[in-house]
Structures are given as C-alpha cells and as structure tokens.
C-alpha cells in the first residue's frame, strides 16, 4: 500500500469514510483472524462482555437469538491485535485523513455477527459514547470476512459527517446511543461494500449503523478508534484501558492533556 492520493483524501473529506485496501498481508490477516476466533471461543465459554440484541421485534425474533457479540481491549488479549495497531500502513493511511502524525488511542474492540441470526445495529454517531473538543476520532474498521447487505455489513450516511451532532434519541429511551430513524432510516443508507482484509476509516460524526445479518455467513470485524494527540474530550469520560498511547508521533502536552482526558 501507497499514501492515500489527493483523490482519496478528497472523498474522505467530501463523505466522511474512505475503504483502504492492502493494508495487511495475508499473513498478517490470517494470525489476526486466528487468534480473533480463539478468543470468541474462550469468551463464549466464559462470559460475553457485550451483547446488542437488537432495537426492535424483528431483532428479537427466534426468541431472543438476534445479537451481535463484541469483545473490548483486544490489545490486552493477544499480541497480534497490538500489531494491527502500530501497523505502518494503517498509521499512514490514519495521518493522512486526520492531518495529523500525533495520534493517539482511544479504545479497540470486535464485533461477531453471526451467520442468520446477527442483529442489525441502528444509525448512530460514535461522537455520542466520546465526544471531543475538535472532532478528530475516526474509526479504523478491519474486516475479517467480506461485508455487504447480505451478512449485515457497514451502512452510511455520506456527508453525514458535515452536519455535526445530530439529536441522540437513543440515550432517551435506553443505554446505547443513536439518531432519529426516521431521519436516517437503515433502507436508506449507503452500503459499505468491502473484501476481506479492507479497512474503512470514518469519522466519528459519521451516521452509520448495519442491518441483520440473515446470510450463512458471518461477520467478524476488529476496530481501533483514535484521536489526534492535541485533541481533548468534552466532560466527564470513563478511563478506557490503553486509551492515549501513542501510535505515532508525539504528544507535546501529555501532562496536560492527560489531567483532562482523564480526571
């Protein structure tokens, strides 16, 4: 893989998401994807940490089966997810849609959205779980496996991210985070359409979400979210383990920007 090209930087800008191919070789996929389906394992045979089991009836039909799984703080469970975090070619894809070579670590995670049963997931922005003072988050999503409608791959609002904050009606009815439906319905969003080992990097005001996953395949996927190193939250936030180290660069205010990120 290259630097992403002036064109590719443009269409970050104009809608908020780019797919970036070849960032891993197919070594480096396949002890990702390994170890990521060992710790699934290990999980379902303990305790899941997370479960989303759907907004709806039609999510929670089958007597409840519809969920997607996710795991948090990959980076403490396997090496390999370290890796995929100080991965060249990711940090420079990373530095060319922020602006920045500071960037920092916000959190990891995985999702599992299993083969028929796989819940849909509503439009939201991640701007509503960390909100910061100068909007540099994005999302760094690795696929494991080919994503599209059919195994409930990523959808998108394109340009979405221009419109700022929208209204958070999720956090008036529950615990998760999400936007007016009616607004931002999921039949009317854009499909993300991505290979094996693709990663789309988007913003965290991007509206974006999923639909079921009723195919007979799965969908894994792995995700990094980072910050620009100068970038500060809004408020009060949980401490996330890992959160503000250093994938590239340097942070020339870490004394300060550490008493506020994390008082």
């Known amino acids: 893989m290259t630097r992403l090209t002036e064109e590719q930087k443009q269409f970050y800008q104009d809608n908020g998401y780019i797919v970036v191919k070849n960032v891993l070789t197919e070594q480096e996929l396949a002890e990702i994807t390994e170890q990521y389906d060992k710790l699934f394992r290990r999980k379902n045979q303990e305790k899941m940490e997370s479960s989303w089991v759907g907004s709806d009836e039609n999510d929670r039909k089958n007597d409840g089966e519809m969920t997607v799984k996710g795991i948090h703080n990959l980076q403490y469970h396997h090496a390999v997810f370290s890796k995929f975090l100080f991965n060249e070619n990711l ?4 530095e060319d849609v ?5 960037i920092v670590l916000h959190h990891t995670k995985c999702h599992y959205k299993p083969p028929e049963k796989g819940a849909a997931y509503p439009m939201h922005q991640d701007y509503h779980y960390f909100p910061y003072k100068k909007d540099s988050m994005v999302a760094a999503f690795l696929h494991l496996d080919a994503a599209n409608l059919e195994n409930g791959g990523l959808v998108v609002y394109p340009g979405s991210h221009k419109l700022g904050p929208q209204e958070d009606i999720g956090a008036k009815e529950g615990n998760f985070h999400y936007v007016d439906q009616k607004k931002f319905p999921i039949e009317g969003a854009t499909p993300v359409i991505a290979a094996r080992g693709d990663v789309v990097i988007f913003s965290y005001l ?6 079921p996953n009723l195919s007979t395949r799965p969908r894994r996927m792995m995700l990094l979210q980072a910050a620009a190193a100068d970038d500060q939250p809004i408020g009060q936030q949980p401490l996330r383990p890992g959160q503000g180290w ?16 994390f008082e």
């Open 206 to 211: 991007l509206v974006h979400g999923s639909p």
């Open 98 to 102: 922020m602006g920045t070579e500071n």
């Open 246 to 261: 250093l994938l590239r660069g340097v942070n020339v205010d870490r004394d300060a920007s550490i008493s506020k990120r």
């Open 91 to 94: 940090l420079d894809a990373l």
